[in-house]
């Protein structure tokens, strides 16, 4: 048992690494209002269930989206950046101080933010799951869902220190937008998607 924690815990370390940027970003936003903090942490559980129950579906042997069309999902974190980065762009010839809230991202953007992000998370889990005695991935999926409270958790308390969001502050409305952009920009450029797509349409 202590063996499949240990591992449960490096496996969510190895997969969910670069969820305490966009945590850190998202509640350095919602410092100024939106999105609010349950949001976060309620879109990123709804989120990670869902990449856990997709792991455990196709561990199964089924599949719901072929794996070659994922990465389009990173269609959600980029749309949300420009869309920010455009509203800001607005509201700055404005003076408007509150120009970095990101309001296009609720409950189930924060969600399909993660989802988006999880594409490493379901090529992993899959094989794990398959491998693995139902005892031994019950016990990780409660490692999983008991680590996203900590990760919630450091990413709120990164994002919400007062010298982290001191120091940033200047930056902040060009900072939000770009990390999503650039998250939606790798998911699709590391799938490979956008080349499949032009091999297809050719």
Not at 43 to 62: C, E, K, N, P, R
Not at 93 to 103: A, W
Not at 130 to 143: E, G, K, L, Q
């Amino acid at each position: 048992m202590l063996a499949t924690i240990g591992s449960a815990i490096g496996l969510f370390a190895a997969t969910n690494i670069d969820d305490i940027v966009v945590l850190t970003v998202l509640f350095l936003a919602s410092s100024r209002g939106k999105p609010r903090p349950w949001q976060i942490v309620a879109g990123q559980y709804l989120g990670f269930i869902t990449l856990v129950v997709i792991s455990v579906i196709a561990a199964l042997g089924l599949t719901i989206v072929p794996d070659e069309w994922v990465g389009f999902l990173g269609l959600i974190p980029l749309g949300i950046g420009i869309w920010t980065l455009i509203r800001g762009l607005r509201r700055n010839s404005d003076d408007d101080d509150d120009d970095s809230k990101i309001t296009a991202v609720g409950l189930w953007g924060v969600a399909g933010i993660t989802i988006a992000n999880g594409a490493d998370n379901i090529s992993l889990y899959t094989p794990i799951f398959r491998t693995s005695a139902p005892s031994d991935v019950a016990i990780m999926i409660v490692v999983f869902l008991i680590l996203v409270a900590v990760w919630c958790a450091a990413g709120r308390l990164i994002g919400t220190n007062k010298a982290v969001t001191e120091g940033l502050e200047r930056v902040e409305h060009w900072l939000v937008p770009a990390v999503f952009i650039g998250l939606g920009l790798f998911i699709l450029i590391e799938s490979g998607v956008i080349v499949r797509l032009i091999e297809v349409l050719a």
